[in-house]
């Protein structure tokens, strides 16, 4: 437990992207306990240093905290947990918010501190888990805490543990903890569909300009309606996925109409004013849906698995641009919404409560079990020391002083690089498929 009953549980969260920090950060609120008089200690934020660490810009809009996140390696994350238990500033809990491979390699890396007191370890999912289930789930073994997003992913992570006989303890059923905002209202005189983009769905360039020319044609078509199309990043920017073919440069080569513009900023502050949420497969669509905002899932470029839609089977949820332009939307299906974690009746007050009792009692604990992943040199001898060695958390390694003419040259040379991935590369792939 912290240092006595009266003192808030300190954390720590780890994020490799944007969208990871705000579920990273939001998660880390509310599943830990406050301190005596209510009140709750804000969470210390880190970002890995990388191909996605995101910017500044991209940080703030999430609106996960006030506190800007350290910019940090993996080596240095660990040398910060294990240096605040020498300061006697010891975290109580880590949230780790990261890929599978991240999340397996810092579970290592804590093992391997020999702390007198390890902190309590969560980890999950930063929305819809469509794709590498079981491998996801077995890098993120041996932490304390696997939250689940929903019933439906509580059951599904179960039966992954449970059928390779690993413990499935870990896992505690919860929701997305950036759901909330206010039941959505029609305004008069407002009408409004937004986009909400992904930056790898869909995958190829024809698709995406097919998406694009669709938006325009149906702004085009509904001259009284707002057709805005949200991003997430702008150019030169990173999210969780790399973007090869960004919208702002696929809609210099048509001619919009007035009422079709491009729009950044925090999601939940364009929902305030949506009436129509369309999207391909973005987890926009579950905070969509819990404000009762109608709601499509395209199957234009197909219900595929690629484009994560194959996960709204069953939704009622599934519409193409023709259906939109005539004026149809989707119904939702009561009982799939409830198997997804989206709680619009009320009971969304109460997702994080079994979370929080479990932190709570682990905390408790005169002292927490050795780290137990499922992935060891026993199990997976051809698999796991390949990924140990990507990820080089030698926290024995003297760190780098970092003075300000290194975080200068260091900033700039992440901008080259970044420049490089974003925009010389595609063009380079391009020429080659000529």
């Known amino acids: 437990m912290p240092a006595s009953s009266s003192e808030a549980v300190r954390v720590a969260v780890l994020a490799d992207s944007d969208t990871r920090w705000k579920w990273g950060a939001l998660t880390a609120r509310r599943i830990t306990p406050a301190d005596a008089s209510g009140s709750e200690r804000e969470p210390t934020g880190f970002v890995l240093r990388g191909r996605a660490t995101p910017t500044a810009r991209q940080l703030a809009e999430t609106g996960a905290s006030t506190a800007a996140p350290r910019e940090v390696t993996g080596a240095e994350f660990l040398r910060e947990v294990r240096d605040a238990e020498a300061r006697g500033e010891r975290y109580d809990v880590v949230v780790l918010a990261l890929v599978g491979?991240?999340?397996?390699?810092?579970?290592?890396?804590?093992?391997?501190?020999?702390?007198?007191?390890?902190?309590?370890?969560?980890?999950?999912?930063?929305?819809?888990?469509?794709?590498?289930?079981?491998?996801?789930?077995?890098?993120?073994?041996?932490?304390?805490?696997?939250?689940?997003?929903?019933?439906?992913?509580?059951?599904?992570?179960?039966?992954?543990?449970?059928?390779?006989?690993?413990?499935?303890?870990?896992?505690?059923?919860?929701?997305?903890?950036?759901?909330?905002?206010?039941?959505?209202?029609?305004e008069e005189g407002r009408d409004t569909l937004v986009f909400a983009a992904q930056p790898s769905v869909p995958v190829t360039r024809n698709e995406r300009a097919y998406v694009l020319e669709r938006l325009v044609r149906h702004a085009r078509l509904h001259p009284e309606r707002e057709v805005l199309l949200k991003l997430r990043s702008k150019p030169g920017e990173h999210t969780t996925h790399l973007e090869e073919h960004p919208y702002q440069r696929l809609v210099r080569d048509l001619d919009?109409?007035?009422?079709?513009?491009?729009?950044?900023?925090?999601?939940?502050?364009?929902?305030?004013?949506?009436?129509?949420?369309?999207?391909?497969?973005?987890?926009?669509?579950?905070?969509?849906?819990?404000?009762?905002?109608?709601?499509?899932?395209?199957?234009?470029?197909?219900?595929?698995?690629?484009?994560?839609?194959?996960?709204?089977?069953?939704?009622?949820?599934?519409?193409?641009?023709?259906?939109?332009?005539?004026?149809?939307?989707?119904?939702?299906?009561?009982?799939?919404?409830?198997?997804?974690?989206?709680?619009?009746d009320g009971g969304y007050d109460s997702a994080f409560d079994a979370a929080r009792e479990r932190v709570a009692k682990l905390l408790a604990l005169p002292a927490l079990p050795p780290i137990s992943p499922y992935y060891t040199a026993e199990t997976a001898p051809g698999y796991l020391p390949g990924l140990l060695a990507r990820h080089r958390l030698d926290v024995t390694a003297p760190p780098a002083r970092d003075s300000g003419l290194r975080r200068i040259v260091r900033e700039a040379a992440r901008g080259a690089y970044r420049h490089g991935v974003q925009r010389v590369a595609p063009v380079v792939r391009r020429l080659g498929e000529l």
């Open 101 to 186: 491979g991240t999340v397996r390699a810092v579970l290592q890396g804590l093992a391997d501190l020999g702390l007198d007191r390890r902190p309590v370890i969560v980890t999950g999912y930063v929305g819809v888990v469509y794709e590498k289930l079981a491998d996801g789930l077995l890098l993120r073994h041996g932490a304390d805490v696997v939250l689940a997003n929903s019933r439906h992913d509580a059951e599904r992570f179960r039966a992954v543990y449970e059928g390779v006989g690993a413990g499935a303890e870990s896992v505690v059923e919860a929701a997305l903890p950036f759901l909330g905002g206010a039941p959505h209202r029609r």
């Open 256 to 344: 919009p109409p007035a009422n079709f513009r491009l729009v950044y900023g925090h999601m939940g502050e364009v929902l305030d004013r949506t009436d129509l949420l369309v999207t391909v497969s973005s987890t926009a669509a579950l905070e969509a849906l819990h404000r009762r905002i109608p709601t499509a899932i395209l199957t234009d470029c197909g219900v595929r698995e690629v484009n994560g839609n194959h996960h709204f089977i069953g939704s009622g949820l599934l519409s193409s641009f023709d259906r939109l332009d005539r004026g149809e939307v989707p119904e939702p299906d009561e009982e799939w919404l409830s198997r997804q974690g989206v709680a619009s």
